[in-house]
């Protein structure tokens, strides 16, 4: 009897639309346990990633219903769900590979990686694969022999518009929820990681065809000629090199610090802790800092926008900036070609390149956009032993970060260009609110302020080892250091409460302030000079570039930077932020007001020459940011011929198997072999890396700590996301 009924339901269009669901339902929620590694951190998220395949699901198969006729309506189906089941099933042998998901641009051959799948698709085929496609043979088989049997009656129209019509609720539903746990989920394309857990395989594609065919078309109607007026703009703003600093690092390794969320008022900060007693925050980065072997800059200014750590990463390697809209890593960095700084000293000082970063490799599409660069090696969350006890969202805790990095950083040849991007100091700032983290709490309304000192702090200890670290087995003396704040840790929504403790009132706090607040600390040691010290001219990331190459001995005017060497006499002193805002030795532009620095007031009764030197200062913000935006949008550089550099190969290099690859080439080498490793008679020097354990140093908080949605009120949108 029961047997019979099933079979009923099964005979009905909607009896079998609803078998169709539910079975690709299942696939896909297997996929997501078996295969995609997605970061699940709390039970809400567990939620969505149960819910998210449905509405897309249904979506898609209620297309069919919409046919009429018997059998069209039975093949329509059917190719939907086939389709579907093989994108869930090709997605899934890619992801074995690849660790990351297929994009439009994979399928289309533009920007793939290494190798492809190729010949090796069979060697990821694991007998459990089966269940992805299996079913289509069983279903087909069935309604060839008629177990199944085909319904004539057509769906009426009214029932195929309340399903797609419910679908699309579903879908916002899902959204809603999404953007609670993450805002800013399509905004700004954390990771495809990210929009897989949240809204589902199907989706991604979808966001991301859109996306790409976006991209293409302003691509496609770009021209070889949009670059004459780029380079004008270019050959006219380049500042020459001061010629007592030019060339005085050549040669040597460089190792960029990205100081994750550290502002330049953390320098020299003491806080007071309930009994009064000062506690110095950052005392190792204050040593560097004051050093005079160090070349610090005290008015340096980051200039991100929604991209965040990935933006700055653009400003400081390509001298170009993020867009004004989402992540530009995201949405170009796997597209566009770059003359980025590891391709540069590549091809002009035969520099090798890496980056190490704890976390996994597809946030901020950093996988894809490093080939681009010409990184030649990426040491993602995979090169890491990574656990819950020394991680949190963002990746492993920088003390295990540095110290595991090591293994890697000895078998690289020298001279090398090398980028550590730390991140345990991030927002919320909620990992070492233990009273063993060692650093006090500040002490106001808001716990993501008073968090951020202790995790700065850890951050500071983390960089002090590893440098104990890089002078014990000699790389010190041969590399230049290089440590920036990539954005701010305290959003303007949250300064009033920071005001009392940077010596100001929450009443008198104005935007003023608030453009104040975004200077970040970017400091070049090279140990050995004593020609350093704190130099107050204005800049930002942008002009990072053309300041390291200058110091690195490369002459930039051929190539395609935005900024302008900060030792060079000839330096505009004025830096734009990304939404237009401003900033110079005289004047602040922020939140759509000028104030003037002296009085730290609104600037009012300007004579005529100061209002047409304000004009000039939007007019040439307004320049540099629209040269950006079109080499970006336009990718004008694939255009550009006139560096004399090799275009650089993104397919190149693949970011597996990474260490084999360099321990081969030591081996092929031989005595010529420049890496640490080779240079220590073939000893690993790991066992020389001291550090105190992150256990030791603190106990994990409970690791529940989802960002919230910005509920902050930021005064101008370049602040607006956390
Ligand atoms: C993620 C890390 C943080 O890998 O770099 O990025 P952010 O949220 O600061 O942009
Ligand atoms: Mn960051």
């Known amino acids: ?74 093949v329509t189906i059917m190719i939907i769900y086939s389709l579907i089941s093989i994108l869930l099933f090709a997605n899934a042998l890619y992801y074995r590979e690849f660790t990351d998901f297929i994009t439009v641009n994979t399928i289309l051959g533009a920007g793939k990686v290494t190798g492809g799948l ?19 043979f069983a279903i087909v088989y069935s309604l060839a022999r008629k177990k199944i049997k085909l319904d004539t009656n057509p769906i009426r129209a009214r029932v195929a518009i309340a399903f797609t019509t419910a679908s699309i ?17 399509l905004t700004r394309t954390f990771s495809r990681d990210y929009l897989v857990k949240y809204l589902g395989l199907n989706a991604f594609t979808a966001y991301d065809a859109v996306q790409t065919y976006n991209t293409n078309q302003v691509r496609a109607e770009a021209s070889p000629n949009d670059m004459n007026e780029v380079s004008e703009y270019v050959k006219e703003h380049h500042a020459a090199p001061n010629e007592d600093y030019f060339g005085l690092a050549k040669g040597k390794n460089v190792i960029y610090i990205h100081l994750e969320s550290t502002q330049q008022f953390l320098i020299d900060y003491k806080l007071k802790d309930e009994n009064g007693v000062e506690h110095e925050v950052m005392p190792f980065v204050n040593s560097l800092f004051h050093s005079d072997s160090t ?7 980051h200039q991100v926008k929604a991209g965040k750590t990935s933006d ?52 901020w599409n950093r ?17 890491y032993d990574v656990n819950e006890s020394n991680s949190f969202q963002y990746g492993l805790h920088d003390k295990p970060f540095f110290e595991q990095s090591v293994q890697y950083l000895e078998h ?32 106001t309304s808001d716990s993501t302020i008073n968090g951020y000192f202790a995790t ?30 990539d954005h701010y840790g305290i959003s303007n929504g949250r300064n009033n409460t920071l005001a009392e403790l940077v010596g100001k009132t929450s009443d008198t706090w104005t935007d003023f302030d608030n453009a104040q607040m975004q200077r970040v600390p970017y400091m070049i040691h090279v140990p050995g000079q004593t020609k350093g010290g704190i130099n107050h001219t204005y800049g930002g990331q942008v002009d990072a570039l053309p300041t390291l190459l200058h110091l690195l001995g490369i002459d930039t005017s051929n190539y395609i930077q935005l900024g302008q060497d900060l030792f060079s006499d000839e330096k505009e002193e004025l830096v734009a932020f990304r939404d237009g805002s401003f900033m110079s030795p005289k004047y602040t532009y922020y939140g759509g007001v000028l104030y003037d620095n002296e009085t730290q007031a609104v600037a009012q009764d300007l004579t005529e020459e100061e209002t047409r030197h304000v004009e000039q200062m939007h007019e040439r913000v307004s320049r540099q940011l629209d040269t950006s935006d079109q080499i970006n949008n336009g990718d004008l550089l694939r255009f550009y011929t006139g560096s004399n550099i090799d275009p650089v190969n993104p397919e190149a290099f693949s970011y597996k198997d990474s260490l084999t690859r360099l321990q081969d080439l030591e081996k092929a080498l031989g005595k010529d072999s420049t890496s640490l490793y080779s240079k220590n008679n073939n000893q690993s020097t790991v066992d020389q890396y001291q550090t105190q354990s992150y256990q030791e140093y603190a106990a994990p908080s409970t690791g529940d700590s989802v960002d919230e949605a910005t509920n902050d009120t930021p005064v101008t949108e370049a602040v607006t996301n956390e």
């Open 295 to 301: 070349f610090s800059f005290d008015n340096f200014f």
């Open 456 to 485: 700065a702090n850890y951050l500071d200890k983390a960089v002090e080892e590893f440098f104990t670290y890089l002078k014990k087995v000699g790389l010190y003396e041969n590399s230049v250091f290089v440590l920036y704040g």
């Open 169 to 185: 609720m579903i879908f916002s539903g899902n959204l809603f929820l999404a953007e609670t746990d993450r805002s800013g989920l």
């Open 118 to 136: 190729g010949s090796s698709t069979l060697n990821l085929l694991e007998p459990i694969d089966v269940l992805y496609l299996i079913d289509i």
């Open 412 to 443: 690289m040849q020298q001279p090398f260009y090398s980028k550590f991007i730390a991140v345990s100091n991030h927002y919320p700032y909620a990992e070492f609110t233990n009273e063993d983290a060692g650093f006090p709490m500040a002490n």
């Open 367 to 383: 996988n894809e956009t490093y080939t681009h660069f010409g990184y030649e090696n990426f040491f993602d969350a995979s090169y």
């Open 1 to 74: 009897m029961k047997n019979v009924k099933k079979s009923n339901l099964l005979n009905t269009r909607l009896g079998f639309f609803s078998l169709l669901a539910i079975l690709f339902w299942a696939k896909n929620i297997f996929s997501y346990f078996t295969v995609f590694n997605l970061g699940i951190e709390s039970p809400f998220q567990y939620f969505i990633l149960l819910i998210n395949p449905i509405a897309t699901t249904l979506f898609l198969l209620a297309i069919s219903l919409y046919v009429r006729r018997t059998k069209p309506f039975y």
């Open 312 to 363: 700055a990463e653009t400003l400081m390697e390509t001298s170009l900036f993020g867009l004004n809209q989402g992540a530009f890593f995201a949405q170009l960095g796997g597209k566009n070609t770059f003359e980025a700084a590891p391709h540069i000293l590549s091809q002009e000082a035969g520099y090798s390149s890496a980056v190490f970063h704890g976390n996994s490799k597809t946030f």
